[in-house]
């Protein structure tokens, strides 16, 4: 029957006005973000007479042995009865088993093309297939995704990545064989998306193996690659709902291997958009499971050094937590805590961001759970050297809800963060920090005038109290100095020096 359809279709195809159209087109199935997949132009045009060659793999993947000797192009599923048509959907997938060499553009164009066109043809089956697919389409369908997407990144396609540092602009790494992979990507959009697949059999194709597969994909350097994977895992986390806790499973585990063990991975901004939309859908009261993931997952990822790269993401899976359950918005803050970065001036100004983001939802009771700690932590960066740190730590007291948190319980607060001002007041290099100290130190006046002169009044105690200690202690060197340069020293005679004076010449020197 094949051999019949066959003989009626020339050798050769071109590059028809419809592949051009669809080429400016776009996914129609958008994921839950609302992001289609965007196609590009077409991968070339073919040479005129140009002979069928051999099919070679791709030098930018190691891809499954899938090597043919040549590629022809199937009939169109206009010609064939509907009886027939999902078993040309079948063959047309065999046909798209084929992976091609795109190191070299000229390589085997006419077969690429004539690829390129079928697989146009299989998007356009499925979105027009009203007809629920049988388990062989499924089988097939599965089979073509492996074989073209699946790979292995050598090592090379990123040494010279760096992980991302904090808000660096690195040039993206594009896949070659992008003209043809996009097309794999929608089709697998639309098929995982259609009404035509049914869960029940879908799911022992689109299995726990697939997924993994899948996910590791996510560290690709290419931006275009890994937006497409987001938007299909998204479809598949709300299609198959069988395998959400273990796909929840997995990418933990994505997250565990790059926060303790190699600070590297491409996909963890996609990752973190795709969980922001699974968060938001957790039911009421939220599981002991979905805690953990707060606790273990999210919150360590505030440690590695490139947290700048995928900060929004992860602040956003954070508050939706906190929405949630309001209860949990003390032991994020306990922890960010926990990882807070001493050395680097760029983190402390994205941590400060996200604790007043925090500080926006959280309840009193929640608040004065963690306020000492906090606070404690805000003096010191009230007092950095570093001005953009301090600068953004006297910001938070823009913000209403936190000026209302801090008027509730300024007994505790005030005597933390006045000494921090005053000591700007007299230290500070800055002057827009120098302005903004004062501008809070006039805003606690108001709010307790009595308070903020006590805490004025303890802290000139304090630093008269330090000085006079200080005075002491030199003192005490100098009489220890003198005394030892009055000893004889014989010439064999062991000399013990210490850091510090013993307790009992002190005491004498006193």
């Given at each position: 029957m094949w051999k019949g359809f066959l003989s009626k279709l020339p050798r050769k195809t071109s590059a028809s006005g419809r592949g051009a159209d669809l080429d400016s087109g776009q996914?129609?199935?958008?994921?839950?973000?609302?992001?289609?997949?965007?196609?590009?132009?077409?991968?070339?045009?073919?040479?005129?007479?140009?002979?069928?060659?051999?099919?070679?793999?791709?030098?930018?993947?190691?891809?499954?042995?899938?090597?043919?000797?040549?590629?022809?192009?199937?009939?169109?599923?206009?010609?064939?009865?509907?009886?027939?048509?999902?078993?040309?959907?079948?063959?047309?997938?065999n046909l798209c088993c084929a992976v091609f060499d795109f190191s070299d553009p000229n390589k085997s164009s006419a077969e690429k093309d004539i690829k390129r066109q079928t697989l146009l043809d299989l998007i356009d089956y499925v979105d027009s297939s009203s007809s629920r697919f049988s388990e062989a389409v499924i089988a097939a369908s599965s089979r073509m995704f492996a074989v073209n997407l699946f790979r292995v990144f050598p090592p090379n396609y990123r040494s010279g990545s760096s992980g991302g540092g904090e808000g660096e602009e690195e040039e993206p790494m594009f896949e070659p064989a992008w003209c043809h992979l996009q097309l794999v990507y929608e089709l697998l959009l639309k098929f995982i998306g259609s009404s035509s697949l049914d869960a029940k059999v879908g799911k022992k194709y689109f299995d726990h193996s697939f997924i993994v597969k899948l996910l590791n994909l996510l560290d690709s350097e290419d931006p275009r690659e890994r937006d497409c994977l987001k938007t299909i895992l998204h479809r598949i986390y709300g299609k198959f709902m069988v395998h959400r806790p273990f796909i929840r499973k997995a990418v933990s585990n994505i997250f565990y291997h790059f926060v303790f063990e190699t600070d590297r991975h491409n996909g963890i901004a996609e990752l973190l958009e795709v969980f922001g939309s699974v968060i938001s859908g957790f039911a009421l009261p939220l599981k002991e499971e979905h805690k953990i993931f707060l606790w273990r997952v999210l919150v360590p990822l505030h440690k590695p050094k490139s947290v700048g790269v995928y900060l929004q993401q992860l602040t956003y899976c954070v508050t939706q937590f906190i929405e949630k359950d309001p209860k949990l918005a003390s032991s994020v803050i306990i922890g960010l805590l926990r990882y807070w970065p001493i050395t680097n001036s760029q983190k402390e100004v994205m941590f400060l961001s996200e604790i007043e983001e925090i500080l926006e939802t959280i309840s009193t009771a929640e608040f004065q759970k963690c306020m000492v700690p906090l606070f404690r932590r805000i003096a010191q960066c009230i007092k950095s050297s570093h001005f953009q740190v301090a600068e953004r730590a006297l910001f938070i007291w823009n913000n209403d809800n936190v000026i209302s948190l801090i008027a509730q319980n300024r007994q505790m607060i005030m005597p933390i963060i006045v000494p921090a001002l005053e000591h700007n007041s007299q230290n500070h290099w800055n002057q827009a920090v120098l302005n903004l100290t004062d501008n809070v130190k006039k805003m606690f006046s108001e709010m307790d005038d009595v308070l903020f002169s006590a805490c004025l009044v303890k802290y000139k105690e304090d630093e008269e109290r330090q000085a006079s200690l200080e005075s002491k202690r030199r003192l005490t060197w100098e009489k220890l100095e003198s005394a030892a340069s009055f000893q004889p020293v014989t010439g064999h005679t062991a000399v013990l020096v210490g850091r510090q004076p013993s307790a009992n010449l002190i005491a004498t020197l006193i």
């Open positions: 996914c129609s199935n958008g994921a839950g973000n609302g992001n289609p997949i965007q196609r590009t132009s077409s991968c070339g045009s073919i040479p005129s007479g140009r002979s069928t060659s051999t099919i070679k793999r791709m030098s930018s993947a190691i891809f499954p042995s899938s090597v043919v000797a040549g590629i022809e192009p199937l009939v169109s599923f206009k010609d064939v009865p509907n009886s027939e048509k999902q078993n040309l959907f079948v063959s047309k997938l």
